[in-house]
T-cell receptor, first 113, second 112 residues
Framework: GENVEQHPSTLSVQEGDSAVIKCTYSDSASNYFPWYKQELGKRPQLIIDIRSNVGEKKDQRIAVTLNKTAKHFSLHITETQPEDSAVYFCAASRTGTASKLTFGTGTRLQVTL | NAGVTQTPKFQVLKTGQSMTLQCAQDMNHNSMYWYRQDPGMGLRLIYY???????DKGEVPNGYNVSRLNKREFSLRLESAAPSQTSVYFC???????????FGSGTQLSVL
């Protein structure tokens, strides 16, 4: 089955700096890669996703890049703000159903003033 | 429009006790899921129901049972709770043949 590794487990940045979280996956047939954000005590929520037919996707201050050859994908947050502080989870699956999603172990991002 | 609603939010059990976690969604989604979240382990799928009347095992089904009561409701039962089942449990739903998950607010369960 799929195995997803996520690094780092914790990340501290100053407000305004950029943050990068990286994930690697093992199943070369995986073609859907979402990122979920979980604020303290809240539910995980999808913030961005990418499919294997594109190499990069942006949504305002967040972007995801995908390198299919190396089997890794990354979340980039620019101009970080205190409200970006949360745990971020990457995941990977073959397209079609959420039941096949394999999640990474999470990265706790702390944005300091 | 409440989305995905879970009850209870917190629960403390003694080893060997049983309990049922309730989940309901009002988004008319066909698929529903139960995950557990443990420190350093991410989200792991316990059971899912692709549609009303069907249930399937996920990655960590041992010690759990589920019931898809109707299209809206999907319950998770612990028949004989063990300390290893101490975790945060999330219910989620999705539209058929899509990958986007909508999560409930979670249940923090402690088994002593």
């Amino acid at each position: 089955g799929e195995n997803v590794e996520q690094h780092p487990s914790t990340l501290s940045v100053q407000e305004g700096d950029s943050a990068v979280i990286k994930c690697t996956y093992s199943d070369s047939a995986s073609n859907y890669f979402p990122w979920y954000k979980q604020e303290l005590g809240k539910r995980p929520q999808l913030i961005i996703d990418i499919r294997s037919n594109v190499g990069e996707k942006k949504d305002q201050r967040i972007a995801v890049t995908l390198n299919k050859t190396a089997k890794h994908f990354s979340l980039h947050i620019t101009e970080t703000q205190p409200e970006d502080s949360a745990v971020y989870f990457c995941a990977a699956s073959r397209t079609g159903t959420a039941s096949k999603l394999t999640f990474g172990t999470g990265t706790r991002l702390q944005v300091t003033l | 429009n409440a989305g995905v609603t879970q009850t209870p939010k917190f629960q403390v059990l003694k080893t060997g006790q049983s309990m049922t976690l309730q989940c309901a969604q009002d988004m008319n989604h066909n698929s529903m899921y139960w995950y557990r979240q443990d420190p350093g382990m991410g989200l792991r799928l316990i059971y899912y129901s692709a549609s009303e009347g069907t249930t399937d095992k996920g990655e960590v089904p041992n010690g759990y049972n589920v019931s898809r009561l109707n299209k809206r409701e999907f319950s998770l039962r612990l028949e004989s709770a063990a300390p290893s089942q101490t975790s945060v449990y999330f219910c989620a739903s999705s539209e058929t043949w899509t990958e986007k998950l909508f999560f409930g607010s979670g249940t923090q369960l402690s088994v002593l």
